[in-house]
């Protein structure tokens, strides 16, 4: 999958570019909207957590310090003698997952907070009153859909594609 970047200039605009795309056949919940705070989006797919924060990244490094630090307890518990008295490689898989799990939790709740980077080219256009719109779409289709919002909608802008988004968002 491959994320499609399009700033618009109003609500009006984006209502018809989502309904070209549902056309389309690209699915509502692949299409995410940002805007300026307080702007009345109406019936559009509004951009949730996930798309307007650090959450997901967040969660990755999370996942990945947490397990590492997890694993390297267990590894020093079986090096103490006498400390480790179940398996060793037990403790230590428990212990990687155990910090990857509370890693993933602590550092979710700070990524909530955090707004996300990817978004930090936008905010000017944002504050303007423009609308990002944010399109999934699978590789093999980027060309055609950037194509036909192009094409049916000139007054939209293609603001690049992000090479690779998360599978779960």
Request: proline share 8%.
């Amino acid at each position: 999958m491959r994320r499609l970047y399009f700033l618009v200039p109003d609500v009006e605009l984006a209502s018809h570019i989502v309904d070209a795309l549902l056309v389309a056949r690209v699915p509502e919940h692949r299409i995410h909207v940002v805007a300026r705070e307080g702007t009345e989006l109406g019936n559009l797919p509004e951009a949730g957590l996930a798309q307007k924060s650090d959450l997901i990244p967040a969660i990755e490094r999370g996942i990945g310090l947490g397990g590492a630090t997890g694993t390297l307890a267990g590894l020093v518990a079986i090096a103490i003698p006498g400390g480790a008295v179940i398996s060793a490689g037990a403790l230590v898989l428990g212990l990687a997952l155990a910090g990857g799990t509370a890693g993933a939790w602590i550092s979710s709740m700070i990524g909530v907070s955090v707004k996300s980077p990817r978004l930090e080219p936008f905010e000017q256009a944002l504050e303007r009153g423009e609308l990002l719109m944010m399109v999934d779409v699978p590789k093999e289709r980027v060309a055609e859909i950037e194509h036909a919002v192009c094409a049916l909608h000139p007054l939209a802008r293609p603001e690049g594609v992000e090479p690779d988004i998360p599978a779960f968002p």
